[in-house]
């Protein structure tokens, strides 16, 4: 179902609440990585230049008791976005009362407003409460009433259930819109998942098969191939009887994989060689081995015969989703199976490339390909959710066409 898009909204003389993802890093009261409010531009610019009145929510970090509060305040975020815009923002340190709909009702045509830290809910008077990220009726009807159009371009959300996206979407009497970032995000992953150009390469990572089995699941009706890398590799090797050492497995799940081994035939491609170390240290000793790995002995990276392996899959690919690294990509020293697939990516100019989960994308800009590559993700969880072919509620509450 095509969903409204932010153009499709009368934004003239509007209140326009915006749903944004500005939960980024902030040391000593600076942004440090600025890239989700680069990404929120194009939409906030676009309700600007046609008159709107831009009322932005977001979340940042995660608020348990009062006192995770100072530090987790947005103003930084302001004053960056500021300089992004080269405009004044208005920033109100509440997030609901007199104070912000006062400010509210000062906005002429244009203007930027953003509202404190939406997790500042979670806790009223000292107490865990969580009416933001549990969707508090009341608290999504309130922040609904202060505008008169709502606009969601925080797909990092989109599989959460929020007052700030689902509540005030089916609570606003105007409509509610994707902004361009989350149509973005729609059309690439919905594209991939459901209409895919072939060969569609799926390429998995990361520590747990628990993580990706719903995705594994759903991509194996719809993949061609899927490539299986990082610490959930071992818990296969486990269910076909290859020797782990002291690799990462998931014992209670051997038999998942197990029966998905069996229903995947030969779509599932695992690495035939991995780095190995006698301890989980960057500066352990290490070795390349293929098949069965010694006890005392850990799978920390994939080998140079699988990376081979997984680019001689992939040279013909048409479509390409990546989530998750091939090894442990926070140590240097195992992280060259993930930047030599993220660096492979970057020359596939004939086919679709979208890569999502935290690691991946650190990769790829890394390397210095993320240009190189047709979309890049801004929602790990949210992009899982959707390769598992579940609806994600922060989408399935914005208005249709």
Request: charged share 30%; net charge negative.
């Amino acid at each position: 179902m095509a969903k409204l898009t932010v153009e499709d909204l009368p934004l003239e003389g509007k209140k326009v609440l915006m749903r944004v993802d500005f939960n980024v890093p902030i040391k000593d009261g600076v942004v440090g990585d600025d890239n989700r409010i680069v990404a929120a531009l194009p939409t906030i610019k676009y309700v600007i230049d046609h008159g709107g009145r831009a009322i932005l929510f977001s979340h940042l970090g995660r608020i348990k008791k009062e006192e995770d509060k100072p530090g987790l305040s947005l103003r930084p975020v302001a004053e960056r976005l500021s300089n992004l815009l080269n405009k004044p923002v208005t920033f109100v340190p509440v997030t609901e009362g007199k104070q912000l709909e006062d400010a509210i009702d000062n906005m002429k045509n244009g203007d930027v407003l953003l509202v404190q830290n939406t997790r500042y809910e979670d806790v009223k008077d000292g107490e865990y409460v969580k009416r933001e990220s549990g969707n508090d009726p009341e608290l999504g009807k309130y922040w609904a009433s202060l505008g008169d159009v709502f606009v969601n371009d925080a797909f990092g959300t989109a599989h959460r259930k929020h007052a700030s996206n689902v509540g005030i979407a089916t609570n606003m009497p105007g409509k509610a819109a994707a902004g361009y970032l989350m149509e973005k995000e729609i059309k690439f992953l919905g594209d991939a998942v459901d209409n895919p150009e072939r060969p569609f390469v799926a390429i998995l990572g990361g520590a747990k098969v628990s993580d990706k089995i719903g995705v594994i699941d759903n991509l194996l009706d719809k993949a061609d191939k899927i490539i299986i890398g990082g610490g959930m590799a071992y818990t296969f090797y486990a269910a076909k009887g290859i020797k782990v050492g002291n690799s990462l497995v998931e014992k209670d799940k051997i038999d998942v994989a197990k029966q998905i081994l069996d229903k995947a035939g030969d779509k599932l491609v695992l690495p035939i060689d991995n780095i190995v170390a006698d301890k989980f240290n960057n500066d352990a000793d290490t070795k390349v081995v293929e098949g069965d790995i010694d006890d005392g002995w850990m799978a920390l990276d994939v080998g140079p015969k699988s990376v081979e392996e997984f680019k001689n899959v992939l040279k013909d690919a048409k479509t390409v989703v990546w989530n998750g690294p091939m090894g442990v990509f926070e140590m240097p020293n195992f992280a060259k199976g993930t930047l030599e697939i993220g660096k492979f990516l970057g020359t596939l100019t004939d086919a679709t490339t979208i890569v999502g989960g935290g690691d991946s994308t650190a990769a790829v800009k890394e390397l210095g390909v993320a240009d190189k590559l047709t979309h890049i993700s801004t929602g790990g969880g949210a992009s899982l959710t959707y390769l598992e072919g579940n609806e994600l509620p922060g989408i399935a509450a914005i208005s249709d066409k």
